[in-house]
């Protein structure tokens, strides 16, 4: 297959951006990763590892010596490089901030010498404490305050999507950000604190499933190769450049019931406790109600909606983990 052009992924390493990487390849790109492992791993391209067309390079953003020179033969850049998961978040708040911003800074700055076009994985955790039934990109943004550490991601990233769109406007630098609710999938690890990869794990062990609250908390989890899809349309269609837009499912489902069908439906025994925030993270942790993102823009601009079942999705991720139940 020909070569289609080199892309340039910041995080490709990690859960979304190894199967970004595999997607791309499969399509006939040249692949370039820049990542340090921090959170994402070398393993997630064992099955691509020897392809010609992939390069890895194990540093962060920021200390990537050739980040100008790899822009500027880059017919795209896809920035995941981030902080990710809420214990992290919790437990390293100077690491999240210094990540999230420092990475996103360096990025925008190497693209922009070169005009290569940017697209910037956002988060659904911008919406902050907004009690909406669902999230659209227009809506007012609702933080907590600086001394409750579980908020500095959310302004991290959002301070990422200003400066993103201040190059689009000022340096016309072509930008798309992509706010992400809850992707999940197979590679997905329960390490920094992710709901489904965390259940799934303790149902095929036999152990409890740990519901933080009340469990009465909803979210939408979309399934990896939706989000993927939902990506490479964006960045093939030019109305989304300066635009921000969700990508996610909208199959609502409480953090207890979505307990109980991993239960159900892996034929496990395990039962389902309620921990207390306090003891999960710490005094004072808050969390947001809903997570359910408006995906009408998504469908406007690139005529797809994220569909994949999330009984089907409870199941890859399964089928996944089994090899790691020992």
Request: glycine share 8%.
């Amino acid at each position: 297959m020909a070569d289609r052009g080199n892309i340039l992924i910041t995080g490709g390493a990690g859960f979304i951006g190894s199967h970004l990487t595999e997607r791309l390849l499969s399509e006939g790109h040249s692949v370039t990763v820049i990542d340090d492992c921090s959170t994402g791993s070398v393993q997630n391209f064992s099955a691509i590892a020897e392809q010609g067309n992939l390069e890895v390079i194990q540093c962060s953003v920021s200390d990537c010596a050739d980040l100008p020179v790899l822009c500027a033969r880059a017919k795209f850049v896809f920035h995941l490089a981030a902080a990710v998961g809420v214990e992290l978040v919790v437990r390293s708040p100077v690491r999240t901030i210094e990540t999230n911003l420092n990475e996103t800074e360096v990025i925008l700055l190497a693209a922009s010498t070169c005009g290569t076009p940017v697209l910037l994985a956002s988060t659904s955790e911008v919406y902050g404490k907004s009690g909406k039934e669902s999230f659209s990109e227009e809506d007012d943004l609702l933080i907590g305050p600086p001394h409750l550490g579980r908020w500095s991601y959310a302004c991290s990233k959002l301070m990422d999507e200003f400066l993103a769109l201040a190059y689009h406007r000022e340096r016309q630098l072509p930008v798309v950000i992509a706010r992400l609710f809850n992707t999940v999938g197979p590679r997905q690890t329960g390490r920094y604190g992710m709901v489904l990869p965390r259940f799934v794990l303790a149902a095929l062990r036999g152990e409890p499933l740990l519901v933080f609250g009340d469990g009465r908390q909803t979210r939408c989890l979309c399934h990896v190769n939706d989000t993927i899809e939902a990506i490479l349309r964006l960045q093939n269609a030019p109305s989304a450049i300066g635009e921000v837009v969700n990508i996610g499912s909208t199959e609502e489902i409480s953090i207890l019931d979505l307990a109980k069908r991993v239960v159900t439906l892996l034929h496990s025994k395990s039962e389902i406790r309620l921990v207390s925030y306090a003891e999960a993270y710490q005094p004072g942790f808050e969390d947001m109600p809903r997570r359910k993102p408006s995906v009408e823009k998504l469908r406007r601009l690139t005529n797809f909606t994220p569909g994949i079942p999330l009984d089907e999705t409870i199941l890859s991720v399964a089928q996944a983990l089994r090899g790691v139940t020992a």
